[in-house]
């Protein structure tokens, strides 16, 4: 299946509960261990959007300086385009299983280091640079339906996309 554009949609109306733990999972990018701990709490396997051959994006948290949290739901084969990312990452597969191919930049050309399989509970993390959004280069392919939550230090639609 080739590369899709994924819509965007707004989340759900929040508990307290629910928007205490988005707000404290925005506020520990900086720590792969306590964001794992909090992500074990979250319990918004809702109703995301199905996009037959894509995925969504159901954005559930966007704080003011930047940091988003949201929901992706994949249909069996979607495939992102190849992007970069801000400065931290958090990705948590919830249901089903995530290819995950890693790029660097190598001059003008990008070179794949790594291809990753992540099942449900498995999760990937990436801290690199402030300010830029070529991090962490990467494709996404689901292997299966899936449902993942994803945790950024910035509008992930700001990361660099690569044709
Ligand atoms: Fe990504």
Not at 29 to 35: A, F, Q
Not at 73 to 99: C, I, K, M, N, S
Not at 118 to 145: F, M
């Amino acid at each position: 299946m080739s590369e899709c554009k994924a819509k965007t949609w707004p989340g759900p109306i929040l508990t307290a509960a629910q928007q205490q733990l988005l707000e404290d999972l925005a506020c520990h990018l900086n720590n792969e261990n306590r964001l794992l701990e909090l992500a074990a709490g979250f319990d918004m396997q809702g109703n995301y959007p199905h996009a037959p051959h894509c995925y969504s994006r159901t954005v559930l948290y966007h704080h003011p300086q930047g940091a988003e949290i949201m929901v992706a739901r994949w249909d069996a084969g979607a495939v992102t385009p190849v992007h970069g990312h801000p400065q931290y990452a958090f990705v948590l597969v919830l249901e089903g299983r995530l290819q995950m191919e890693h790029f660097k930049a190598a001059g003008e050309e990008l070179q794949l280091t790594d291809i990753l399989v992540k099942n449900a509970g498995e999760h990937i993390y990436a801290a690199g640079e402030h300010g830029r959004y070529d991090n962490a280069i990467h494709r996404v392919t689901a292997l299966q339906p899936s449902l993942s939550l994803h945790i950024y230090s910035d509008d992930a639609l700001k990361g660099i996309c690569y044709a």
